[in-house]
């Protein structure tokens, strides 16, 4: 079978630093995306990884962990416009995306 | 060409009726998805092709799902007798098919209405 688990929801402060785990298990493993989506709108990609480490980016940093079936988004300094659904994504053997639930983020003054 | 566009943005139908939407993906972008996303839920894969030829097809798309790529650049997908269950945003995505990272890029969506 195939499972993406992430929180679904989190609040956290600008400013500050927030991390959004995200656990899967698929049959097949090539690349695991992030994207983030604001209400009503598309989403956009954000950072890949298909090695173990730490993909850096600006704000955001995301790490994986393919023995553990395990990655994070992180957000530092964050923004108001922050706020948003973070979506967890795997690309299995087939080129499809199989997304989380996603994580709603609410950033907070 | 600035992104993928999807036609139209919103659609309201009544049970029973058949709707058909477009996307037009990224010039030159060789894959193409389609996506249905309901309200805090991630996108469910619905099918995908590569040029013109249809190369997966999820289990949630019943037979009253239909989709085509005809020249392999835009691509229709049509719903008939549509059922309340329907409603849902229809997203559609397109990637290069370089391989490696390969960034599936969305359009705004379609966003259906079954009354």
């Known amino acids: 079978g195939q499972n993406i688990d992430q929180p679904t929801e989190m609040t956290a402060t600008e400013g500050a630093i927030v991390q959004i785990n995200c656990t899967y298990q698929?049959?097949?493993?090539?690349?695991l995306f992030w994207y983030q989506q604001h209400a009503g709108e598309a989403p956009t990609f954000l950072s890949y990884n298909v090695l173990d480490g730490l993909e850096e980016k600006g704000r955001f940093s995301s790490f994986l962990s393919r023995s553990k079936g395990y990655s994070y988004l992180l957000l530092k300094e964050l923004q108001m416009k922050d706020s948003a659904s973070y979506l967890c994504a795997v690309r299995g053997a087939t080129n499809k995306l199989i997304f989380g639930t996603g994580t709603l983020l609410a950033v907070q003054p | 060409d600035t992104g993928v566009s999807q036609d139209p943005r919103h659609k309201i139908t009544k049970r029973g009726q058949n709707v058909t939407f477009r996307c037009d993906p990224i010039?030159?972008?060789?894959?193409l998805y389609w996506y249905r996303q309901t309200l805090g839920q991630g996108p469910e894969f619905l099918t995908y092709?590569?040029?013109?030829?249809?190369?997966?097809k999820s289990r949630l798309l019943s037979d009253r799902f239909s989709a085509e790529r005809p020249k392999g650049s835009f691509s229709t997908l049509e719903i008939q007798r549509t059922e309340q269950g329907d409603s849902a945003m229809y997203l559609c995505?397109?990637?290069?098919?370089?391989?490696?990272?390969?960034?599936?890029?969305f359009g705004p969506g379609t966003r259906l209405t079954v009354l």
């Open positions: 698929t049959s097949g493993f090539n690349g």
């Open positions: 092709f590569q040029n013109e030829a249809q190369l997966e």
């Open positions: 995505a397109s990637s290069s098919g370089a391989g490696g990272m390969e960034e599936q890029f």
């Open positions: 010039s030159e972008h060789n894959r």
